[in-house]
């Protein structure tokens, strides 16, 4: 175990160190030297502040600058896209698919099928009728290809499922379709959307995490994802959330399980993405400089990981600014500072982690 004041000492020898010393060429730059994409969410509805990202000039040109790819936050999450059994709402990802388009980056899907609290409240309570298998199947796949049919190619990587395994038991969640289906919803959801976008990458999506307290997780994860490809069920990738922070200080990594259970899964021929990186600074102390070279040695040495595996084509942030994470809203310091989970903090100016990644994508030689 390492002890935390050196790891603070030791971070922020490295942060000094860093060949990185300066912002030049731009992160979408540097990861596509070596065939990766890399990319940010952004979104139109705010998140425990008083305007959305997407309203700020500033956040936008970030956007511009640094990405390849964007993500809406929760524009396309079934909660807000499913106004009733026949009607839709899609006004806020049209203008993040517009915006895409206008700057070319490229548009990714998250998500199609995630848990009762992303899911709208009538669905909740809808009745399914004398043959709920069938009713739930028909909707499923109603819903599903009315959302892809509406993007059609403009999106060419979808998070089709989202967190279907329970982290504490590895079991399958309890969801409005799991309930109905079992993990038929899986294959159903997959299957509908293979069928609507024969070309599109299709992702499984779920926060497995690499400390030793993610076993369970990781092992529900994996048996899923061979129970799908033994059935035939077109699934592409893994996509790994990486919100990482409490659990994941260096000090509590079990590098060795987590190489394990990403070399099982590319075994099955499975690409990887990272999805939702950010690094919550919540259970360290220190000011904000000592904070932030822990959240970038810790950043630095996942991604290193992440990226020897020639596998690991994206890298998204969820989010690149730190006003505008979701982390604060969710979870806030118990000292009442303010979160530093992102690469750019509330000036915009680029922090350890930013010149961390930065480092990262140079390092890598597995691609």
Known sequence: ????????????????????????????????????????IIGTTPIGQKTADFDDLNYRRLVETECQVIVPENELKMAWTWSGPETYNLDGADSLASYASRQKLDFRGHNLLWNDSYTPKWLLSFDFGPNPKRQAESMLRSYIGAITDHFGNRIKSWDVINEAIDPETGALRSTVFTRILGEDAIRIAFEETRARLPRCQLVYNDFMCWSRLGANHRDGVLALLR?????????????????????????????????????????????????????????????????????????????????????????????????????????????????????????????????????????????
């Not at 999805?275 to 290193?304: C, P």
């Open 1 to 40: 175990m390492i002890d935390r004041r050196s790891l603070l000492a030791c971070a922020a020898a490295s942060a000094l160190t860093s060949p990185a010393l300066a912002k030049a060429e731009p992160l979408k730059s540097l990861a596509a030297a070596k065939g990766v994409a890399f990319g940010s």
């Open 227 to 367: 129970r799908l490809k033994d059935n035939n069920v077109p699934v592409d990738a893994l996509g790994v959330q990486s919100h990482l922070g409490l659990g994941f200080e260096l000090a509590d990594r079990d590098q060795e399980a987590w190489d394990k259970f990403l070399t099982s899964v590319t075994s099955l021929g499975l690409e990887l993405l990272v999805t939702e990186f950010d690094v919550n600074d919540g259970g360290l102390a220190g000011n904000a400089s000592e904070r932030d070279a822990v959240t970038a040695e810790v950043a630095k040495a996942y991604l290193d990981q992440m990226l020897s595996y020639k596998e690991m084509k994206t890298v998204i942030c969820w989010g690149l600014v730190d006003k505008y994470s979701w982390i604060p809203a969710y979870m806030p310091r118990d000292d009442k500072q303010a979160p530093r989970p992102t690469l750019f903090d509330s000036d915009f100016q680029p922090k350890p982690m930013y010149y961390a990644v930065a480092d990262a994508f140079r390092a890598t030689t597995n691609h």
